[in-house]
Antibody, heavy 124, light 113 residues
Framework: QVHLQESGPGLVEPSQTLSLTCTVS??????????WSWIRQPAGRGLEWIGH???????NYNPSLKSRVTISVDTSKNSFSLRLNSVTAADTAVYYC????????????????WGQGTLVTVSS | DIVMAQSPDSLAVSLGERTTINCKSS????????????LAWYQHKPGQPPKLLIY???TRDSGVPDRFSGSGSGTDFTLTISSLQAEDVAIYYC?????????FGQGTRVEIK
């Protein structure tokens, strides 16, 4: 069974960098059969896709966050990471990592597994 | 961005009753070249990760009870729970993966009446 687990600081000061890691178990992140994504949900609001990374290392980011986001992968640790720069209170949210599948044409499709989520609060 | 709008925001249903959740996209999520509809439904229970229920608008994921079904095409979609069970209390989200950025509906909370 595939399991994804987010980890990282639960409190980040304004203007600093939010850093989270998603560790994958039950499957190899480097198999190339999936893509790897970050999604967030501010309290009382909807889900917002942040971006994703393919095993090739190429990425696709939400334009609303693109200038501040970096997603990277570490195949040696079977994990991938999120960095969000210059955070403000508006970045306070539960952050989820998720695994995505491809359609028959190799285009990214739906998510099939999600992590539990981790709350990150931006506050001094 | 493709805007996904769900209705209702919440509903309370008696056990065993039929539950219908609607999702409307601001543009078609049907990819004509492969005739696939790029829409998924997820179930989210408190303290648990979101769970994939339906993909390609109507394909049930492995292990999902057959009381859950998805339908619709183009811009209008429905998730139906044919006979609500206590364990179905959750928030349900639709999501389009037709065009980046992927976007989600605001969620529909299902409770027991």
């Amino acid at each position: 069974q595939v399991h994804l687990q987010e980890s990282g600081p639960g409190l980040v000061e304004p203007s600093q960098t939010l850093s989270l890691t998603c560790t994958v178990s039950g499957g190899s992140i480097s198999s190339g059969s999936h893509y790897w994504s970050w999604i967030r949900q501010p309290a009382g609001r909807g889900l917002e896709w942040i971006g994703h990374i393919y095993i090739s290392g190429s990425t696709n980011y939400n334009p609303s966050l693109k200038s501040r986001v970096t997603i990277s992968v570490d195949t040696s640790k079977n994990s991938f990471s999120l960095r969000l720069n210059s955070v403000t209170a508006a970045d306070t949210a539960v952050y989820y990592c998720a695994r995505g599948v491809y359609d028959s044409g190799g285009y990214p499709a739906n998510f099939d597994y999600w992590g539990q989520g981790t709350l990150v609060t931006v506050s001094s | 961005d493709i805007v996904m709008a769900q209705s209702p925001d919440s509903l309370a249903v008696s056990l065993g009753e039929r539950t219908t959740i609607n999702c409307k996209s601001s543009q078609s999520v049907l990819y004509r070249s492969n005739n696939k509809t790029y829409l998924a439904w997820y179930q989210h229970k408190p303290g648990q990760p979101p769970k994939l229920l339906i993909y390609w608008a109507s394909t049930r994921d492995s292990g999902v009870p057959d009381r859950f079904s998805g339908s619709g095409s183009g811009t209008d979609f429905t998730l139906t729970i044919s006979s609500l069970q206590a364990e179905d209390v959750a928030i349900y989200y639709c999501q389009q993966y037709y065009h980046a950025p992927w976007t989600f509906g605001q969620g529909t909370r299902v409770e027991i009446k």
